[in-house]
């Protein structure tokens, strides 16, 4: 478990401390796909690793630093899973997250509807089950409104 876990740590430190500090202290806006709670979801939930143990490792590796605003794409296990499976003709190479069971994605997003509900300041459910352009739509509705954009 620990050697894994010290890989992500690591490279989640360095990330932090060598892109997202900078671009902060420079007063950059920055977006970033998957961060901590992505870490606690597919390595505490998904692949059942002690979760008090994940969360030290991800507060280490991150000095704490959270997003301001954090935009999660909700969707059903079946309608993932059968978007997966429908992307075999699209020449998207398949990897080993393409082999995971359906109870494995029930536990990822049990976690993140779990953060989203203990951290509703920071956290934005976005329904994704409709099509690319319905949610392009709703993710520009929710930062324009965040980032007081008109």
Known sequence: MWPRHTLFAADRAQHVE??????????????????ADATFAYQGAGRGFDEETVDQVIGLATGGLKPDLTLFFDITVETGTKRMSDRGGTNTIENRMDRETADFYTRVRNAYLGIAKREPDRFRIIDANGSPDETHSKVLQLVSDFLNIK
């Not at 900078?22 to 796909?33: E, F, Y």
């Open 18 to 35: 060598y892109l997202i500090k900078p671009a902060l202290n420079a007063d950059r806006v920055v977006i970033s796909d998957r961060y």
